[in-house]
Nanobody, 124 residues
Framework: QVQLVESGGGLVQAGGSLRLSCAAS????????MGWFRQAPGKEREFVAR????????WYADSVKGRFTVSRDNAKNTVHLQMNSLKPEDTAVYYC?????????????????WGRGTQVTVSS
């Protein structure tokens, strides 16, 4: 089992920044892919960004490319999502997820473990 705990959400004005963190514990492994997803009210969960523990390769949804940056701290088993130039449409619950097979996927069903999420609200 892998436990994931997100933090850093909150209320911010449009154009502002937030930094989300995801602390992983339990049976963590270096081959994982760590993903960020989000779900707005009435909408399906969507991919935001992902990073591979090995090599640190990243991938972003087009909607956040150039504004969001995903990074990892291997020593602390923590993944961060730096969100800049936030827009009202970024408002959602943000979830951290782990794919133990390290497939680097953008599909939620490929991820085995999920955090409970953290609310991000961007006011206009």
């Amino acid at each position: 089992q892998v436990q994931l705990v997100e933090s850093g959400g909150g209320l911010v004005q449009a154009g502002g920044s937030l930094r989300l963190s995801c602390a992983a514990s339990g049976r963590t492994g270096s081959a994982y892919t760590m993903g960020w997803f989000r779900q707005a009210p009435g909408k399906e969960r969507e991919f935001v960004a992902r990073i591979n523990w090995i090599g640190g390769s990243t991938w972003y949804a087009d909607s956040v490319k150039g504004r969001f940056t995903v990074s990892r701290d291997n020593a602390k088993n923590t993944v961060h999502l730096q969100m800049n130039s936030l827009k009202p449409e970024d408002t959602a619950v943000y979830y951290c997820a782990a794919d133990v097979a390290g497939r680097g996927s953008v599909y939620a069903e490929r991820y085995n473990f999920w955090g409970r999420g953290t609310q991000v609200t961007v006011s206009s």
